[in-house]
């Protein structure tokens, strides 16, 4: 028994002390100035102050138990890879129209239930966004009133575009770039999909897609992700 007993305390000590040692390894993870912070009423900031600033803001803020390694390992390497993403502490050099792109971006990640991450919620349920929030979210992108669909004679004009468009058989098809210049390829019908924005704004969708990369390692020549809009043109 006493032998038994001896061992229990030798593999705890050992284990305090393992846990000690990892407290030694800390990447660093600093707080850079606010530059650019995002103009927004103050009970919309309120909502992604509360859920989303700890990631994804230079005012990183960390409670004790995510200080601990190996919590806070996890978190730092989080918080670093978000503000690559979306930075609401610079977020404002952005151009408007990006920085609204952003944040309906962020909505649509809310709904997904993919923000914040859900591993983060379980440890920190305050941080979720209840449905209350979001609609504050919503109503400051969108409000109530100003939808705007395409006027009536725009919608009218693209059908019979699309008709004769179908029926050039066997002419190679000319595609014009999209109104954001993007041009047209071919081989977008193999591209990976990353991610995708619904605004019921103005009825758009954007995607964010990456080339394929074929068996042999080649990615052909860009290999950087891209954004589409589709939708309702937006002129
Ligand atoms: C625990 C840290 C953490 C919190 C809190 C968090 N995020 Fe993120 N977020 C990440 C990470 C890491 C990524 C990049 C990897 C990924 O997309 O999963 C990311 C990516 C994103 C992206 C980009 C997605 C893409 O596909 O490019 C958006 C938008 C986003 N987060 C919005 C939010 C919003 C809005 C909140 C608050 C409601 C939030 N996040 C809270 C860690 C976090």
Same mark, same amino acid.
């Given at each position: 028994?006493?032998?038994r007993y001896?061992?229990?305390?030798?593999?705890?000590? $050992?284990?305090?002390?393992?846990? !000690? &040692? @990892?407290? /030694?390894y800390?990447?660093?993870?600093?707080? %850079?100035?606010v530059t650019?912070?995002?103009?927004?009423?103050p009970?919309?900031?309120?909502?992604?102050?509360?859920s989303?600033?700890?990631?994804?803001?230079?005012?990183?803020?960390l409670?004790?138990?995510d200080?601990?390694?190996?919590?806070?390992?996890?978190?730092?390497?989080?918080?670093?890879?978000?503000?690559?993403?979306?930075?609401?502490?610079?977020?404002?050099?952005?151009?408007?129209?990006?920085q609204?792109?952003?944040?309906?971006?962020? $909505?649509?990640?809310?709904?997904? !239930? &993919? @923000?914040? /991450?859900?591993s983060?919620?379980?440890?920190? %349920?305050?941080?979720?966004?209840?449905?209350e929030q979001?609609?504050?979210?919503?109503?400051?992108?969108?409000?109530?009133?100003?939808?705007?669909?395409?006027?009536?004679?725009?919608?009218?004009?693209a059908?019979?575009?699309?008709?004769?468009?179908?029926?050039?058989?066997?002419?190679?098809?000319?595609?014009?770039?999209?109104?954001?210049?993007?041009?047209?390829?071919?081989?977008?019908?193999?591209?990976?999909?990353?991610?995708?924005?619904?605004?019921?704004?103005?009825?758009?969708?954007?995607?964010?897609?990456?080339?394929?990369?074929?068996?042999?390692?080649?990615?052909?020549?860009?290999?950087?992700?891209?954004?589409?809009?589709?939708?309702?043109?937006?002129r």
């Open positions: 028994m006493q032998s001896k061992a229990f305390v030798w593999v705890i000590v $050992v284990l305090l002390c393992l846990f !000690g &040692a @990892m407290q /030694l800390r990447p660093a993870l600093t707080n %850079p100035p650019a912070e995002l103009q927004a009423p009970e919309v900031k309120q909502v992604l102050q509360n989303c600033y700890s990631c994804h803001s230079n005012e990183t803020k409670p004790w138990f200080q601990v390694a190996p919590a806070y390992w996890i978190v730092a390497s989080d918080v670093k890879e978000a503000r690559q993403h979306l930075n609401f502490s610079e977020i404002g050099k952005l151009p408007a129209p990006q609204k792109g952003l944040l309906w971006e962020a $909505v649509n990640q809310i709904q997904l !239930g &993919a @923000m914040p /991450l859900p983060y919620r379980r440890v920190h %349920p305050g941080s979720t966004v209840t449905p979001l609609a504050i979210l919503r109503e400051y992108l969108n409000p109530a009133g100003a939808n705007q669909y395409p006027a009536a004679p725009d919608a009218n004009k059908a019979p575009q699309y008709g004769a468009w179908i029926k050039q058989s066997g002419a190679p098809l000319q595609v014009k770039p999209e109104s954001n210049g993007v041009e047209f390829l071919p081989e977008y019908k193999n591209w990976k999909v990353l991610s995708s924005t619904d605004r019921i704004d103005n009825h758009t969708m954007r995607e964010i897609s990456r080339q394929r990369c074929s068996d042999q390692g080649d990615c052909g020549s860009s290999d950087q992700p891209v954004a589409r809009w589709n939708g309702p043109l937006q």
